[in-house]
């Protein structure tokens, strides 16, 4: 089992930057991928930005270019760096693991929350 703790929310305003960690622990495998999710008010769950064991990366466009998703496995460690915030990005961020699923088939599947099957508790950003 993996337990995934976050931590590095917060209140912004529009413009500013925050980073999320993600504090990985438990039976995780050198083939798990990795991902950061954020559920707004709408309460729809959306892939933020996700990495597989190869290092392949993949954004929700309307991330790119503003958010850094990187793994430290030495650390143990996800992070995403958030740069020039939007009020858009208003939502519980959510760090998951896909511990024992298939290699993902693209980029789509890698955002897809339905493919992680651990989670952490979640925190919450606010931009004004």
């Known amino acids: 089992q993996v337990h995934l703790v976050e931590s590095g929310g917060g209140a912004v305003q529009s413009g500013g930057s925050l980073r999320l960690s993600c504090a990985v622990s438990?039976?995780?495998?050198?083939?798990?991928?990795m991902g950061w999710f954020r559920q707004g008010s709408d309460g729809k769950r959306e892939g933020v930005g996700t990495?597989?064991?190869?290092?392949?990366?993949s954004y929700v466009d309307s991330v790119k270019g503003r958010f850094t998703i990187s793994l430290r496995r030495a650390e143990n460690t996800v992070y995403l760096q958030m740069n020039n915030l939007e009020p858009e990005g208003t939502a519980m961020y959510y760090c998951?693991?896909?511990?024992?699923?298939?290699?993902?088939?693209?980029?789509?599947?890698?955002?897809?929350?339905?493919?992680?099957?651990?989670w952490g508790q979640g925190t919450q950003v606010t931009v004004s």
């Open positions: 990495i597989d064991s190869n290092g392949r990366i």
């Open positions: 998951a693991a896909d511990a024992g699923a298939p290699p993902p088939i693209s980029d789509y599947d890698l955002l897809a929350p339905v493919r992680y099957n651990s």
């Open positions: 438990g039976n995780t495998g050198s083939s798990d991928c």
